[in-house]
């Protein structure tokens, strides 16, 4: 059964809108990160490599990451697994580093990718309480069809709330941008529409394979997290359990009822 399909279209906003959620969801997250919002820049060259990996590749999965201002961005099939290689035998998985001013792209391991997600879940639950780990999708129609903005060459992900600026649960936003070295990212798009994730994971999660009365590489539950944090020790099987076949860290099912702010 398919889960993701390569043309959902997200939830569409106008520019105008998207810059009224950024100003709306400053997430204070403390000293400790040294900053006050959430947002990770991607390149067209990385986009466009990461969705051509494979013929089989239905669209992008992002997760926040704990270097500032960081993401962790993997293409995957319609079933929701991630894309652990491409067919080079390189990693699958792809992180941003540096600054607005000078970006780069490192290929990583699935293991180096679901440790950035544990290290930044730890940090930001321990000293600010704010829940901001989870995984956005975007079709590779979608990504496509933002980078046809002019001037654009990538797209800068937001987070933002799903439901109450700056609460959990939350999403990513795209909106085209122009990164320029040494000078920083200019957002584009101001004539067309910037795309909202209306589905992140939690709380629409892709079920995990199973085999008989068992889930096959099952992934470390919100509460094991939390007891590993409050020993800040790392569980001694975390190699073998932080990353379930679909994501590189579980959560528990969110039933969400709340009304939204985002209109």
């Not at 319609?78 to 970006?103: A, F, K, W």
Request: net charge negative.
């Amino acid at each position: 059964m398919n889960f993701h399909r390569n043309d959902e279209p997200g939830k569409k906003i106008k520019f105008s809108k998207a810059e009224e959620l950024i100003n709306e969801n400053l997430i204070d997250l403390g000293s400790e990160l040294g900053i006050n919002s959430l947002s990770g820049f991607l390149s067209a060259d990385i986009l466009n490599e990461v969705l051509n990996d494979r013929p089989d590749c239905v669209g992008i999965r992002l997760y926040n990451a704990n270097e500032i201002n960081s993401l962790i961005l993997v293409g995957v099939f319609d079933t929701g697994d991630e894309m652990d290689e491409n067919l080079r035998g390189m990693p699958g998985y792809v992180i941003s580093r540096g600054t607005p001013e000078q970006t780069q792209f490192d290929r990583v391991t699935r293991r180096f990718a679901a440790d950035s997600v544990w290290q930044f879940w730890k940090i930001v639950v321990v000293f600010d309480g704010q829940d901001v780990t989870f995984a956005s999708y975007f079709s590779a129609q979608v990504i496509r069809e933002l980078l046809q903005a002019e001037d654009c060459n990538g797209i800068n992900f937001y987070t933002i709330g799903l439901l109450k600026n700056g609460k959990f649960p939350f999403t990513h936003m795209a909106v085209p941008a122009k990164h320029t070295p040494l000078i920083g990212i200019e957002l584009r798009g101001q004539g067309g529409d910037c795309i909202i994730c209306p589905d992140p994971c939690p709380p629409r999660c892709a079920p995990e394979r199973q085999t008989g009365n068992d889930v096959q590489d099952v992934a470390l539950t919100r509460a094991e997290l939390r007891a590993a944090i409050q020993s800040m020790e790392v569980p001694e099987d975390v190699s073998e359990t932080i990353a379930g076949t679909k994501y590189l860290i579980a959560w528990q099912r969110v039933q969400v009822q709340d009304e939204p702010d985002i209109a």
